[in-house]
């Protein structure tokens, strides 16, 4: 996806400071003051993690912190909601991964 | 010492803040977003008169004038429970517990959201989602979208989208179903749709809608509704299709959709694919009230209102000692209602306060006058019935609140 430089009414995008960060081991920029989730959809970036038990995708859903969707790992810390949370310098993100359910494999080789 | 703590620093809590800050008060604003404005920051669109409502420079002004009376406003915080404790309110947030006789919970709305098969694929978000991403990030949500849904905020924010140059290549109604409701019945959407007609879709919805809105003749109108849709702004309105399943592996591919009957019933062997790479659901709002209600606060369930609603006076007071609210939490309606809710609200916290009398009562009084004149005046409705949704809730709070006197109206807890 592409940033929206220029709009009729709210006047163009002032040139912001590039911030670098890291999304599963690969660097991308963000612009100062932009949340995890603004910055890796202007990255062409969608899948923010998998479900923890069933493996599908999922990505931002409501953007305003309502609906728990986009959560990801963010310098270790987990379940951090990257609609609310402003990219900062060097900030290391992981996508959400898929949890071990050892009950379900046990059930499912039966 | 802090007076007032404010959660929500959106049009109502602003206004509320600045209300009370302008009587004195000492002020604490938090909010869970990353700046001041609530919801407020995405609405752009053209009023009757022809100026811009820009809901970026509205918030700024607004926290211009609360940062000018000293206001603390904190972003980036989220509070996770409320509970009163002999005089003081407790607001557990993610930075602490913070204190003060008196609370304005002014949290806003969120989305009804619809869920239909494939609706977690990445690509798919709420039509609120878009507009953030689209006016306040500034970032395309995607190159060809559908939106699901037809209701007034649909069309609000397809015309940001427009304006932003996203395309947005038709709109569908949701699958008739029970988690859908009346968004998935035709003639229902175009009814709700007949009370925008003024400020008009599109020319023939405008030319329709006086006849549209006798009963018969709107059946008559569904029946033989375009195949193809009305155009809105260029973007085709489909009342006769609805999305059976949003497709795609990793993320949204496209959508399934059905042709349907003048009810809403799907037209067996008329599924079609159309393609998008973002689809947004619009399922309309409800007051976000979670908080008011982990507080004890009593609840009643108004439709036309947008749903549960705190009990509360036309000063914003609920029926607990101290706390107060204001904005969409009371109900649906503008950006314009809110602040004029907000405004209310941070005056009867200062009159509760002990603030001078004849100054406060006079502004309380033309506060209170002030949101049912914004109300006759808004060019639109997010429910048409608002006005009887607001008097159920007068009437209710007259019949258990108003033996007392006002000054002692609020039950204490804790």
Redesign the interface.
Known sequence: MTRIINHPILGKLEDRKAVPFTFDGKTYEAFENETIAAALLANGIRKLRVHEDSGTPRGFYCNIGHCMECRVTVNDHANVRACLTVVEKNMVIESGKQHPNIVKRMVEQQ | MRDVIVIGAGPAGLAGAIASASFGLKVTVID???KPGG?LIGQ?HQEPSGE?W?G?KESERLHQEAKTLSVDIRC?V?VYNLEKDDDLWNVHTSIGTLTAPYVLVATGA??Y?IPLPGW???????I???Q????V??????KKGIIIGANILAFAILNELQ???IHVDRIVLPEKNPLSGKAGEPEEVMKSLLNAAHLAPSPLLRMGSRFMKNGSFRKIGMKFYPKNGVKVNGTPLLLRKAAIEIIGT??VEGVRVADTDENGNIIPGSEKIYEADFVCIAGGLYP?AELVAVSGCPFQYIPELGGHVPHHSEMMETPLEGLFVAGNITGIESGKIAMAQGTTAGYAIAKHAGKDGAAIDKQLQEAVQNVRSVREQAAIQFNPEIDSGRRKMSELWESLYSKNTRENSQIKIG
């Open positions: 869970e977003f990353i919801r752009l811009w820009n970026i980036g989220s969120a989305e959201p977690t694929l990445p690509g798919v978000m709420s609120g989602a878009a953030v991403m689209t006016n990030h500034r970032v395309e949500v995607g304006l932003a140059g990793e993320q976000l």
